[in-house]
């Protein structure tokens, strides 16, 4: 039988699929009402994800990677623009 904690990873990782499949389907879309009803299912996953997201970390199910450091971020955002 699953665990909790597999169960919730599970879904976190079915979401973020979903995520990523809608942001496709976004940048195709030629019908405005089409896009703008995959943009509100798109918001609704992404509301769902992050609400998981902060129970399965509160309950220690989830560990996001360590913080970049100033440096870091300054790095990429050169590396990005320039």
């Given at each position: 039988m699953m665990q909790e904690k597999d169960m919730v990873n599970d879904v976190l990782s079915m979401?973020?699929?979903?995520?990523?499949?809608?942001?496709?389907i976004i940048a195709e879309a030629g019908n405005e009402q089409f896009?703008?009803?995959a943009q509100q299912m798109r918001d609704g996953d992404e509301k769902c994800q992050y609400d998981l997201f902060k129970i399965a970390q509160?309950?220690?199910?989830?560990m996001p990677a360590q913080a970049?450091?100033?440096n870091d971020i300054q790095n990429v955002k050169s590396q990005v623009s320039g």
């Open positions: 979401l973020k699929n979903s995520i990523a499949g809608y942001a496709h896009r703008q009803t509160a309950k220690g199910y989830y970049a450091s100033p």
